[in-house]
Nanobody, 126 residues
Framework: QVQLVESGGGLVQAGDSLRLSCAAS????????MGWFRQAPGKEREFVAA????????RYSDSVKGRFTISRDNAQNTVYLQMNSLKPEDTAVYYC???????????????????WGQGTQVTVSS
């Protein structure tokens, strides 16, 4: 099992950028598909971005496509979420998630992930 710790959240203004990091412990990171999800107050946790275990494939929700970029460094056991052109509606707690996979699949469904971080708050003011 992998343990995940997110960092990089904060309070920013609309139009600013942030980069979230998710550091993983354990030996399974390079075998894991990774994802970022977010949850705003009173709303369901929703998919933001996902990346295959090699980093060769990525997928994004329509709401962040073109603004956010997911990447990973398997040597550093870290996955990143670069967030540009932030909007107030991006305000949420952001979670990273991991699932060991046996191919270059992308996992976008939250119920398919079995390891989660504790989350990091992102607040975007207008």
């Amino acid at each position: 099992q992998v343990q995940l710790v997110e960092s990089g959240g904060g309070l920013v203004q609309a139009g600013d950028s942030l980069r979230l990091s998710c550091a993983a412990s354990g030996r399974t990171f390079s075998s894991s598909a990774m994802g970022w999800f977010r949850q705003a107050p009173g709303k369901e946790r929703e998919f933001v971005a996902a990346i295959s275990r090699s980093g060769g494939s990525t997928r994004y929700s329509d709401s962040v496509k073109g603004r956010f970029t997911i990447s990973r460094d398997n040597a550093q056991n870290t996955v990143y979420l670069q967030m540009n052109s932030l909007k107030p509606e991006d305000t949420a707690v952001y979670y990273c998630a991991a699932r060991v996979v046996y191919s270059s699949v992308i996992v976008t469904t939250k119920t398919q992930y079995d390891n989660w971080g504790q989350g990091t708050q992102v607040t975007v003011s207008s």
